[in-house]
T-cell receptor, first 115, second 113 residues
Framework: DQQVKQNSPSLSVQEGRISILNCDYT??????FLWYKKYPAEGPTFLISISSIKDKNEDGRFTVFLNKSAKHLSLHIVPSQPGDSAVYFCAASARRETSGSRLTFGEGTQLTVNP | AAGVIQSPRHLIKEKRETATLKCYPIPRHDTVYWYQQGPGQDPQFLISFYEKMQSDKGSIPDRFSAQQFSDYHSELNMSSLELGDSALYFC????????????FGEGSRLTVL
């Protein structure tokens, strides 16, 4: 049962253009969403997050949009750079008052930014 | 800045052998998570510890066990290894009272022959 789904295994864009990575979730208990970036032979690196009380969060070239009614979030990268080429994982958690909240990951999307 | 340290980075074992992976969280982080990522798959949550107590359990096989020690480092013990255990094992940590963003180590790659 895949609670977090990234339906596009790969995405290729031209340098300078916008990259849009999509993610859908099914668990309505999820209230915190994150995007991680992963290079080969490295661990996932946190990129940006959004709480369910917001619908948008922006950090430099990265913006995450959340549509709770559709259980959908997306990551926009503008402008895309060749160094952005990596696997991007969407993740979600149902935060609790105590520590120990697991993250549930999507399958990942391989982004390739062509010079 | 100090990151999550995992050792060993690479490990090769035979079927039915045992393996132990170690994780040293970022200083002052009190929660540790273990994830398993098979080839071409998303990271799957195995188990987590908060203040040396198991706080959450995911799809961890009964052949695996883990613990967190008084210095907050954690060890994942895997016995009766199977070919399907070959994967990248990631450890992550979070600071006190901050459930959400996980800081990941570089992973330990286990190959079972």
């Amino acid at each position: 049962d895949q609670q977090v789904k990234q339906n596009s295994p790969s995405l290729s864009v031209q340098e300078g253009r916008i990259s849009i990575l999509n993610c859908d979730y099914t668990n309505s208990m999820f209230d915190y969403f994150l995007w991680y970036k992963k290079y080969p032979a490295e661990g996932p690196t946190f990129l940006i997050s959004i709480s369910s009380i917001k619908d948008k969060n922006e950090d430099g070239r990265f913006t995450v949009f959340l549509n709770k009614s559709a259980k959908h979030l997306s990551l926009h990268i503008v402008p895309s750079q060749p160094g952005d080429s990596a696997v991007y994982f969407c993740a979600a958690s149902a935060r609790r008052e105590t520590s120990g909240s697991r993250l549930t990951f999507g399958e990942g999307t391989q982004l390739t930014v062509n010079p | 800045a100090a990151g999550v340290i995992q050792s060993p980075r690479h490990l090769i074992k035979e079927k039915r052998e045992t393996a132990t992976l170690k994780c040293y969280p970022i200083p002052r982080h009190d929660t540790v998570y273990w994830y398993q990522q098979g080839p071409g798959q998303d990271p799957q949550f195995l188990i987590s510890f908060y203040e040396k107590m198991q706080s959450d359990k995911g799809s961890i096989p009964d052949r695996f066990s883990a613990q967190q020690f008084s210095d907050y480092h954690s060890e994942l013990n895997m016995s009766s290894l199977e070919l399907g255990d070959s994967a990248l094992y990631f450890c992550a940590s979070t600071p006190p009272a901050f459930p959400g963003e996980l800081f990941f180590g570089e992973g330990s790659r286990l190959t079972v022959l």
